[in-house]
């Protein structure tokens, strides 16, 4: 067989919106070889699943040209193409079929794709008694077992628990270890990371940027909370408050912090997150703090009082106040920071977030994931 490759130059898509035009898919070139795992990130409507059709010969380009030199196996929603009438094992024979093997062939890998599924006696049940994750399970299992020469997923990680999407993760590596070719989509960026070997960003139908999948996420992520930040102030402007109690006090920075140290408007339930603060004042000036943290209809969830901190010599005092490993659930929250020495309160600042929990709780919305403490730690200035 010849080599694997896929090649698209100044690749277009173009739809008719309104009386309009609408480019879904704008300029997009690069190349591909074997071995390669392709990651595609980028916001709703950034025209990731517009290329994917383009590559899979769903869909055909309105410019550009595009150039792919082995079969394409295309996973656009896992289990999609299952027969319910049928059970999961003639499913694994009928999508033998479409993908070329015989019967014999296909029967050959049929105990390897029954055990990587993981479904037991339902293997041999009507596909309409699965659960959505048995169906995405039986589907994804039979396409890599089959080993395509070039995978294209959307979102395909999702096919069950952490355990399962290990061995997903594992099973992808597997064949473009033996030369095949991965695209992946997912919004997802440990994802992306972890499986990809290069990462490209659509953003309205245009590459943004395109390298190594940490650098390409990384960048990603920083401007999504930036905008989500934004966002956010407008919606709850009234919940910020900055002041000035007594002549001479600013808290002049307050920023909640994500695990990789970046200022973020949005954290993950589970990771470490930090708070940094700035209190401006006369040099030498000895004061107290206390942080509230509250969610945004009032109520408090979180206090804590550091005494004695002392502004430096430049007029400043800088301290962080550490979660470690965030244990607040899902939601938006306001951390409001107030300063004071003995003649009363000195200053008053707030920041606004929102906490994203990738494994919320069921029967309910605790405001804690458990119990939590902090510490609060001077830095120097």
């Known amino acids: 067989m010849s080599a694997l490759s896929v090649r698209a130059d100044n690749l277009q898509k173009h739809y008719a919106v309104h009386g309009g035009i609408k480019k879904a898919v704008d300029g997009v070139s690069f190349s591909l ?36 030199q082995g079969h394409v196996t295309a996973i656009f929603t896992l289990g999609m193409a299952l027969r319910d009438d049928l ?14 093997r015989t019967r014999e062939q296909t029967g050959a890998l049929v105990d390897d794709i029954v055990a990587f599924a ?15 994750g048995m169906k995405a399970r ?32 594992q099973k992808m590596r597997e064949l473009t270890q033996r030369g095949k070719i991965l695209i992946l989509v997912s919004h997802s ?3 992306i990371t972890d499986m990809c070997t290069r990462c490209i960003w659509l953003q309205d139908g245009a590459m943004r940027r395109d390298g190594n999948p940490k650098e390409v996420t990384d960048a990603y992520v920083q401007e999504v909370r930036e905008k989500d930040g934004d966002g956010l102030l407008k919606r ?52 107290d703090a206390r942080l509230r943290i509250e969610r945004l209809d009032g109520l408090l969830v979180l206090e804590e009082r550091a005494c004695g901190l002392r502004v430096g010599p430049e007029g400043q005092a800088n301290f962080k106040v550490d979660f470690g490993a965030l244990r607040l ?10 300063t004071s020495d003995p003649a009363g309160p000195t200053a008053r600042r707030s920041a606004l977030f929102e906490v994203f929990n990738p494994r919320p709780h069921r029967g309910g919305r605790p405001i804690l994931v458990y119990p ?3 510490r609060v730690t001077p830095l120097a200035p």
């Open 138 to 169: 039986l589907a994804f299992s039979t396409i890599v077992h089959i080993e395509p020469e070039i995978l294209i997923i959307d979102e395909a990680l999702s096919v069950g628990d952490a355990r399962f999407a290990a061995k997903a993760t």
């Open 372 to 374: 939590t403490s902090v």
């Open 189 to 191: 960026m440990g994802s």
């Open 329 to 338: 659930n899902y939601g938006f929250y306001r951390a409001l920071l107030e």
């Open 236 to 287: 709850f402007q009234r919940d910020v408050v900055r002041q000035s109690l007594q002549a001479g006090w600013d808290i002049a920075e307050l920023a909640m912090h994500s695990s990789e140290g970046l200022t973020a408007s949005t954290l993950v339930t589970g990771e470490p997150a930090m708070l940094a603060a700035q209190v401006r004042g006369e040099a030498g000036s000895a004061f």
């Open 33 to 68: 070889q074997e071995g390669e795992r392709l990651g595609l990130i980028g916001p709703n409507g950034a025209g990731k699943t517009t290329l994917l059709q383009l590559l899979a010969g769903i869909s055909d380009p309105s410019g550009g040209s595009l150039h792919v």
């Open 87 to 100: 059970p999961g094992r003639e499913n694994i024979f009928v999508e033998g079929e479409l993908q070329g």
């Open 118 to 132: 993981e479904l037991g006696e339902f293997i041999d049940r009507p596909v309409r008694t699965y659960s959505t």
